[in-house]
Nanobody, 132 residues
Framework: QVQLVESGGGSVQAGGSVRLSCAASEYIYFGVCMGWFRQAPGKEREGVATFRAGGDGPITYNTDYADSVKGRFTISRDNAKNTVYLQMNSLKPEDTAMYYC????????????????????WGQGTQVTVSS
């Protein structure tokens, strides 16, 4: 059972930046989708960004973002640290939410879904609050 632990949340003013980290308890193999999701009060949880590394030769990286965060958020991975990051820039008050890291079980190819039920492992979440 993979355990995911998020960190890095906090309070920031609009226009600021925050970097979230998600540390996995064991190595996440190439080809396994990792994702960041968020849930604001009174709203459903939504997929923010996903990441999958793969390739039979040179490593390829497939990332996908929700339209609301494209150009502002960047998902990345440090293999040596078993950690996935979410760099969030130009933050807006509507980015305020609890942010969760998630991982799928099986490996594959191509882009990852942002469908919640496709992810088996979840962290406990870290709160990000953006004030105007």
């Amino acid at each position: 059972q993979v355990q995911l632990v998020e960190s890095g949340g906090g309070s920031v003013q609009a226009g600021g930046s925050v970097r979230l980290s998600c540390a996995a308890s064991e190595y996440i193999y190439f080809g396994v989708c990792m994702g960041w999701f968020r849930q604001a009060p009174g709203k459903e949880r939504e997929g923010v960004a996903t990441f999958r590394a793969g390739g039979d030769g040179p490593i390829t990286y497939n990332t996908d973002y929700a339209d609301s965060v494209k150009g502002r958020f960047t998902i990345s991975r440090d293999n040596a640290k078993n950690t996935v990051y979410l760099q969030m820039n130009s933050l807006k008050p509507e980015d305020t939410a609890m942010y969760y890291c998630a991982a799928q079980i099986t490996s594959g190819r191509g882009y990852c879904s942002r469908v919640i039920v496709d992810y088996a492992y979840w962290g406990q979440g870290t709160q990000v609050t953006v004030s105007s």
